[in-house]
């Protein structure tokens, strides 16, 4: 099994102007992240373009008949024969094969994916040929009328069979096109670029139509009702969304900043629970390690954008964030059967924002996730490059996915926390907090942390 790809991840500009500044960047602690990103970007230069409409044909077209209607099927759900019809019940956990027949979000995952490589390759490392394939993907995915998605996601997850006659999809479907986030994140990186004033204002208006469908469809409410993962998801979409689109000029936005604090203020104290960091919606389900990181992950996508959208520190406010995270990884064992290093981006962002716990818990999970037996999922180029936009200003040693790629076994390493129980009491500490630097220092290596600058 080679890398996977990553999660949806909040790029943080303002740390790529900085390092764009610099021209020394490219050297020391970043030149492998630097080298990775032009691997990365290079091989994008023959991707794509990418279109939900490639290759589709019938029965796998919405029920609108328009090729250009994003199609997603409902992943847990299988064909059971009552009476001579085929009916679709829910097996959770159970992943139905032939969802795969549908393309869409593959479709979209890729071209996020490569958007990323050619944007940040254009923007560091200066090839405009970077920028000019990512107008070419951006035109086909989000512009021609021929090729482009409808801004909407009306069949998104769709229950097949005589349940659905309707073939309309549901609230669940829109955490399909959660890489759209991603897109919205990274464009801004083509601003200076010449070409992308050919694609700004329709790309805006295809933006700015998804995010009233978002707000005001049925579809769209019935997933910002919902209480788990999915409303979080939604939430990164909305905002993320709401910030792209904000006027010219303008560094932080109202609406983006308001979506934010109304989830941490309101949503995620239902999501966790207070006295033991346990998401109670996440654990019932089948793979409940990975369900509890899912949700924890969007919850940090929207602390970090949070940082560039005016919001007040929600790090220093939210006591949840820790908390849950000890949770998490107090209950990840060191036999389990899921993917440990699933964890591992979600830990090391908690890690450098609010240190570690007394007993090292964080730590002592990197280190067993570096190290387990699914540790070859976890490295390469991927993952190296995210030292571009965030680094562990805790992390001592160059993370993980700077090591050559290699199938690992189990480390013998003991579990990181003593039991699920201990996630309550995990008291969070900041390893800086025992120098004795002055007060004033002391604010501006807080002050540089939140800006993602390196105190070295």
Request: with cysteine; glycine share 6%; proline share 5%.
């Amino acid at each position: 099994m080679g890398p996977k790809k990553p999660e949806i991840e909040y790029i943080h500009l303002r740390r790529l102007a900085e390092l764009r500044q610099n021209k020394n960047a490219s050297k020391g602690e970043y030149q492998e992240a630097y080298e990775s990103l032009r691997k990365l970007a290079q091989g994008s230069l023959k991707k794509g373009p990418f279109s939900i409409t490639t290759g589709k044909c019938a029965p796998h077209i919405a029920a609108s008949g328009d090729p250009r209607d994003f199609l997603s099927y409902a992943p847990y759900w299988w064909p059971e024969e009552k009476q001579g019809k085929v009916a679709y019940v829910r097996r959770d956990g159970k992943r139905n094969p032939d969802c795969s027949d549908v393309k869409d979000q593959s479709q979209l995952e890729a071209l996020a994916e490569n958007l990323i490589y050619l944007c940040l390759g254009y923007y560091l490392l200066g090839k405009p040929e970077y920028a000019a394939h990512a107008i070419t993907l951006i035109d086909t995915f989000f512009v021609s009328n021929d090729t482009r998605m409808n801004p909407h996601v009306n069949y998104g997850q769709v229950v097949r069979g005589i349940n659905n006659p309707t073939g309309i999809g549901r609230g669940e479907g829109i955490i399909s096109t959660r890489f759209l986030a991603t897109v919205a994140n990274i464009l801004p990186l083509l601003k200076d670029y010449e070409g992308y004033n050919t694609v700004l204002h329709p790309v805006h208006l295809w933006f700015t139509d998804y995010l009233r469908w978002l707000l005001e469809s049925p579809i769209g409410q019935e997933e910002a009702a919902m209480k788990n993962n999915h409303h979080t998801f939604y939430i990164v979409q909305v905002a993320v969304i709401q910030q792209f689109l904000r006027p010219e000029g303008q560094v932080y936005c109202e609406s983006a900043k308001k979506t934010i604090e109304n989830y941490y203020n309101k949503m995620l104290p239902t999501q966790i629970d207070a006295k033991t960091g346990n998401q109670p919606l996440e654990v019932t389900r089948t793979r409940p390690f990975h369900y509890l990181e899912f949700n924890l992950h969007g919850a940090i996508y929207l602390a970090e954008l949070g940082l560039d959208a005016g919001c007040c520190n929600v790090y220093q406010q939210q006591k949840l964030i820790p908390l849950a995270t000890t949770f998490m990884v107090g209950f990840c064992k060191e036999d389990t059967k899921e993917n440990m290093t699933e964890g591992i981006r979600t830990v090391e962002i908690v890690k450098s924002r609010y240190g570690d716990t007394k007993d090292q818990c964080y730590a002592k999970f990197l280190e067993m996730a570096r190290n387990c037996k699914d540790a070859d999922t976890y490295c390469g180029p991927k993952q190296a490059i995210s030292r571009l936009w965030f680094r562990d200003e805790n992390e001592t040693q160059l993370p993980t996915p700077q090591r050559e790629c290699k199938p690992s076994i189990s480390s013998k390493t003991n579990n990181t926390c003593n039991s699920t129980n201990s996630a309550g009491g995990g008291e969070v500490i900041n390893e800086n907090d025992n120098n004795n630097d002055s007060k004033g220092n002391k604010a501006k290596a807080i002050f540089n942390k939140v800006l993602h600058r390196s105190t070295r």
